[in-house]
């Protein structure tokens, strides 16, 4: 069974840097074709992609945000972590991450997100 | 940048049928670009219904249907439900690792 769940602070400054984890279950992040992405949702807003990391460490970015955003992972730990920098209020969304199954291009299990607020 | 547009809202009567669509802002939609379907109720993660296009996932009933019709990407909800009210999004993959996902759907079942 394949579950995510997202971590990380509730609340962050104007310009801080937001760090956010996603621990994963009932799969291996090395497994050949598995990613693992995030995406955000602007309380009543749309869903954003943002990132992506494959099982060989290639990584993707939304080009909007790209500057902005970086996305690692730690196999032994089965993590995926997403930094942000420069946050802004309007960044403030519920964070998730999500699993991208092998030679798919879509997302089919969810974490249940975490909601980040920007604000001093 | 590529935009993907959808209708902002719907509405479709119980048992009803509903088609919401999936578009470029510029170009068109095929099956290149993967199309998928999440529906999301308020609070709660995204269900995905339909990969590939036309792929239903796991456990989604079979009166969720995906296509291509025309230059977009389409999700037919036949014998519409109360509990289809929920705000739908499709995602785009549009090539080098990247998707994008529509701006959402609102659908109304009365």
């Known amino acids: 069974q394949i579950t995510l769940k997202e971590s990380g602070p509730t609340l962050v400054k104007p310009t801080q840097t937001l760090t956010l984890t996603c621990i994963v279950s009932?799969?291996?992040?090395?497994?050949?074709?598995?990613?693992v992405g995030w995406i955000r949702q602007p309380p009543g807003k749309a869903l954003e992609w943002l990132a992506l990391?494959?099982?060989?460490?290639?990584?993707r970015y939304s080009p909007s945000l790209k500057s902005r955003l970086t996305i690692t992972k730690d196999t032994s730990k089965n993590q995926v972590v997403l930094t942000m920098t420069n946050m802004d209020p309007v960044d403030t969304a519920t964070y998730y991450c999500?699993?991208?199954?092998?030679?798919?291009?879509?997302?089919?299990?969810w974490g249940q997100g975490t909601l980040v607020t920007v604000s001093s | 940048q590529t935009v993907v547009t959808q209708e902002p809202s719907f509405s479709v009567s119980p048992g009803g049928t509903v088609t919401l669509t999936c578009g470029l802002s510029?170009?068109?939609?095929?099956?290149?670009?993967?199309p998928s379907w999440y529906q999301q109720t308020p609070g709660q993660a995204p269900r995905t219904l339909i990969y590939?296009?036309?792929i239903r996932s796991s456990g989604v009933p079979d009166r969720f249907a995906g296509s291509i019709l025309g230059n977009k990407a389409a999700l037919t909800i036949t014998g519409a439900q109360a509990d289809d009210e929920s705000d739908y999004y499709c995602?785009?993959?549009?090539?080098?690792?990247?998707?994008?996902f529509g701006g959402g759907t609102k659908l109304t079942v009365l």
């Open positions: 999500a699993h991208r199954p092998f030679g798919n291009f879509f997302f089919d299990y």
């Open positions: 009932g799969f291996s992040l090395s497994s050949s074709g598995v990613g």
């Open positions: 990391i494959y099982w060989d460490d290639d990584k």
């Open positions: 510029s170009g068109s939609v095929s099956t290149n670009y993967y």
């Open positions: 590939s296009t036309n």
């Open positions: 995602v785009l993959y549009v090539g080098s690792g990247i998707s994008v």
